[in-house]
């Protein structure tokens, strides 16, 4: 029996790219006057965000009147192509046939559909019919950790690999007029992005420079749950988000990190790379902070907000490849990543060059 897990292939998939400057002069400055605006452009100007992808912008098409219909519509013919690109490129740097796969598990909190992007994408990349799926709905920015865990747990017990998809098409849920005036909307206007990431889980370490998963780990503060809300409505998802979301997390987040590594004989200082979710500025600033991490530990993370915005669950995985591409990728990473509860999720990986490999699946 193989001994652990590996991510073994990470495949990215974007929508067109759009400047966070022209969506302010191009769309959302024009939803507001006087004070609001000056509020409203301050709160973009400081989000952290230099360009995000958009399947459906708005300085196109406006979708803030559309029903909940009609966007669920264009969610399954907008995250199709986009799902099968980033699960394809996965696939390919792993080295592995989509029929070979176990479980292919799939992450979206932005749209529903029957067929759902589990079986249409099982279809269209030629999975074997008897391949196991999981679909994880509404765990917002944090689903891909649950999902990494389910991938390598079944993994480990089945000795086959899975594949996770996460795709997420916020665009889509614009908000009517009436509701921009609201801050919390704003802020999420300001903040979230279109994407896709995939990874391969495999039983085993195929190469040295697979990560094995060694540990998902997760705390939620149920006392909190009503400061993350994302709420089904006649007029697309509404965010619900709280200014004290990271006063929370900086009660959580170093116990969890510490009891996570201390598993493991592991401290912070022995950590070479940090995949945090970047939900924001403050949320960054709060991890360096409570973590006592250098401003170099948290680069990955600030430049995927700054290059792509906060993509909810595709996000943690797009800062992991940019940790991976590295010209000196880190030895052991930690994957930190938050949402609705509030739910703190963190994992541990590490390569072969810290890990005993299962020599009975490794191809060099």
Not at 198 to 227: C, F, I
Request: overall charge neutral.
């Amino acid at each position: 029996m193989v001994s652990h897990a590996a991510i073994a292939g990470v495949g990215v998939a974007l929508p067109p790219a759009v400047r966070q400057d022209d969506l302010w002069a191009g769309y959302f400055g024009r939803q507001h006057t006087g004070a609001r605006r000056v509020l409203a452009e301050r709160i973009f100007a400081n989000a952290g965000v230099r360009n995000r992808q958009a399947a459906v912008s708005p300085l196109l098409e406006d979708v803030s009147e559309w029903s909940t219909e009609r966007r669920m519509r264009r969610y399954q013919a907008e995250a199709v192509p986009l799902g099968k690109e980033a699960a394809s490129r996965a696939l390919t740097d792993a080295g592995l046939a989509a029929d070979e796969l176990g479980l292919f598990a799939v992450c979206s909190c932005t749209g529903y559909a029957t067929p759902g992007l589990d079986i249409l994408l099982a279809r269209d990349l030629g999975m074997a019919p008897d391949v196991r799926r999981l679909f994880v709905g509404h765990m917002g920015c944090y689903a891909a950790l649950p999902g990494l865990g389910a991938a390598a747990d079944f993994a480990i017990a089945q000795g086959r690999p899975a594949l996770l998809l996460c795709a997420e098409l916020t665009s889509l849920h614009l908000q009517p007029p009436a509701l921009r005036a609201d801050i919390q909307q704003i802020v999420s206007h300001a903040l979230f992005s279109d994407a896709a990431a995939a990874v391969v889980v495999t039983p085993g370490s195929r190469t040295k420079r697979a990560y094995a998963v060694r540990e998902v780990a997760a705390v939620t503060d149920s006392t909190t749950a009503d400061h993350m809300t994302w709420e089904v409505t006649d007029r697309g998802f509404r965010m619900g988000l709280s200014p004290r979301v990271p006063d929370v997390l900086a009660v959580h987040v170093r116990k969890l990190v510490d009891d996570l590594l201390a598993r493991h004989d592991l401290t912070v200082a022995e950590v070479d790379g940090w995949a945090v979710h970047p939900g924001g500025p403050k949320i960054l600033d709060v991890v360096q902070e409570r973590l006592g991490l250098d401003d170099g530990a948290l680069a990955a993370s600030r430049e995927v907000l700054a290059a792509y915005g906060n993509c909810s669950s595709p996000t943690v995985l797009l800062v992991l490849d940019v940790l991976r591409r590295r010209a000196r990728p880190p030895r052991r990473v930690v994957l930190l990543a938050f949402g609705p509860g509030l739910t703190l999720y963190g994992a541990l990986l590490e390569t072969s060059a810290v890990t005993e490999l299962d020599t009975s699946t490794v191809t060099l």
